[in-house]
Nanobody, 118 residues
């Protein structure tokens, strides 16, 4: 069992930056693919970024060049650095941990609100 706790969400002006953190409990954190997803009001949850145990990353096209995902396996923590924020980045951001088989090992945090507004 893995428990995920996100933090760092806030209200920020367009063009600003935020760093989200996701702390994971339990062991073998390093074996999990970690990801950030987001869900805006009235929209489906969408993938933002993922990072594999070896450090390879993927990003949604909408955040490439602005967001950076990273992980610290020693601290059981994954981060999302968000720069050049836009109003359309406003959403609840969720942390995810998964590994094979995904139907057994797929965990979500409670979410943290990010609001980009002037």
């Amino acid at each position: 069992q893995v428990q995920l706790v996100e933090s760092g969400g806030d209200l920020v002006q367009p063009g600003g930056s935020l760093r989200l953190s996701c702390a994971a409990s339990g062991n073998i954190f390093s074996r999990y693919v970690m990801g950030w997803y987001r869900q805006a009001p009235g929209k489906q949850r969408e993938l933002v970024a993922t990072i594999a145990s070896g450090g390879s990353t993927t990003y949604a096209d909408s955040v490439k060049g602005r967001f950076t995902i990273s992980r610290d396996n020693a601290k059981n923590t994954v981060y999302l650095q968000m720069d050049s924020l836009k109003p359309e980045d406003t959403a609840v951001y969720y942390c995810n941990a998964r590994r094979s088989p995904v139907y057994l090992y797929n965990y979500w945090g409670q979410g943290t609100q990010v609001t980009v507004s002037s």
